[in-house]
């Protein structure tokens, strides 16, 4: 299948009051696709897509503390995929407590 399980991430946002806090567990899969695949944008929520190779999104997931690139939730996904994929590697700095973040869920 192109389509492969490939775990969960966990993050802390607001709740839809926009006045507390909440953990939320984003569930995540591999999807690949052929290289004459070319994605649309018609939910509302996706202004485009673009092509970018991987160290650039590691750059731009980067940047994110100081500007918002990205929705949250679609940041965090990211560094799993990065992490995952070792784009990421646990000789860099801060790997351990961006695994620990990512994977410190205490949902019930």
């Known amino acids: 299948s192109a389509i ?5 991430v966990c993050y802390t ?3 839809e009051t926009g006045w507390a806090l909440k953990r939320d567990v984003l569930y995540t899969f591999d999807l690949r696709c052929g290289d004459d695949f070319v994605p649309r944008a018609v939910d509302g929520e996706v202004e485009e897509f673009s092509l970018t190779p991987m160290d650039e999104v590691a750059r731009l997931v980067e940047r994110q503390a100081g ?22 590697s646990p ?8 695994l620990a973040e990512l994977r410190n869920a205490e949902l019930r």
Do not use: S
């Open 4 to 8: 492969q399980p490939a775990g969960g």
């Open 13 to 15: 946002g607001f709740d």
């Open 67 to 88: 500007e918002r690139l990205f929705k949250p939730n679609v940041a965090v996904v990211i560094a799993d995929f990065l992490l995952r994929r070792g784009f990421v």
């Open 91 to 98: 000789d860099d700095d801060g790997y351990l407590e961006l």
